[in-house]
């Protein structure tokens, strides 16, 4: 089967989630925003990774646990409007519609305060809760 979204590569997880030129597009963006240049482009070295941050709760993870998921979800979507509804949006929308969603799910966190948090808060043009010090354990 060949790639919905690029229409030239084979489709497979690597290929439509990090290979695909429309794909590496909405990445390349999404990464540079959040910080994650670093990022593995590979599926398993991915999974690998969120396995060692699972339970690391800084902002910087949270912020990368929520990119990934927000970029899989979206790709996957575009994907399935290809084939199923025979529409498509550009790489472009898509971005903007992958960084709303990280806005709005940032915005719902409820934070320690910190530099960190104040320093996503600017970059993501967000205001997060600050939780009370009598709410700390």
């Known amino acids: 089967m060949v790639c919905p979204l690029c229409e030239s590569g084979i489709n497979s997880l690597n290929h439509l989630f990090f ?7 909405v990445w390349k963006v999404v990464k540079e925003k959040a910080g994650i240049a670093s990022m ?3 599926w398993d070295d991915i999974i690998e990774r969120m396995i060692r941050v699972k339970h690391d709760k800084t902002i910087r993870n949270v912020l990368l646990r929520i990119s990934l998921a927000a970029c ?8 399935n409007r290809r084939l199923f509804a ?3 949006i550009d790489n472009k929308e898509l971005t903007v519609n992958v960084i709303n969603h990280i806005r709005l799910k940032l915005s719902s966190l409820i934070v320690r305060k910190s530099a960190q948090t104040t320093e996503v808060s600017k970059e993501w043009e967000v205001i997060m809760k600050i939780k ?4 700390m354990v």
């Open 40 to 42: 593995p482009t590979k």
């Open 19 to 25: 290979e695909c030129a429309y794909s590496f597009q």
């Open 72 to 79: 899989v979800y979206f790709i996957w979507c575009e994907r």
């Open 86 to 88: 025979k529409e498509k």
């Open 132 to 135: 009370e010090t009598s709410q």
